[in-house]
């Protein structure tokens, strides 16, 4: 079992940065990607950002070079740091991790989202 925390959402003007955390706790060697998510109202939920356990990382077209995701193993923690935001960018932004156990097979996390608002 993996807890996910998210914070660091919030109200920003276009052309704005945030920066969202995810805390994860529980079984944390089982994790094999961390990613964001997002959900826009009336939109299905999307994928955002990426990282692998080796440290590569994915991104949506739509937020290549201007959305970061990192990570902080000693602090168990996975940021999102969201630089030139836009309006297109309001979501709710969940943390997912995926995790496998030789018994359990694969496994998915969620937090319970973090709203950002990016006023125009």
């Known amino acids: 079992q993996v807890q996910l925390v998210e914070s660091g959402g919030g109200l920003v003007q276009a052309g704005g940065s945030l920066r969202l955390s995810c805390l994860a706790s529980g079984s944390i060697s089982s994790i094999n990607t961390m990613s964001w998510y997002r959900e826009a109202p009336g939109k299905q939920r999307e994928l955002v950002a990426t990282?692998?356990?080796?440290?590569?990382?994915n991104y949506a077209d739509s937020v290549k070079g201007r959305f970061t995701i990192s990570r902080d193993n000693a602090k168990n923690t996975v940021y999102l740091q969201m630089n030139s935001l836009k309006p297109e960018d309001t979501a709710v932004y969940y943390c997912n991790a995926q995790t496998y156990g030789s018994i359990t097979g694969i496994a998915h996390y969620w937090g319970q989202g973090t709203q950002v608002t990016v006023s125009s």
């Open positions: 990282i692998m356990r080796g440290g590569s990382t």
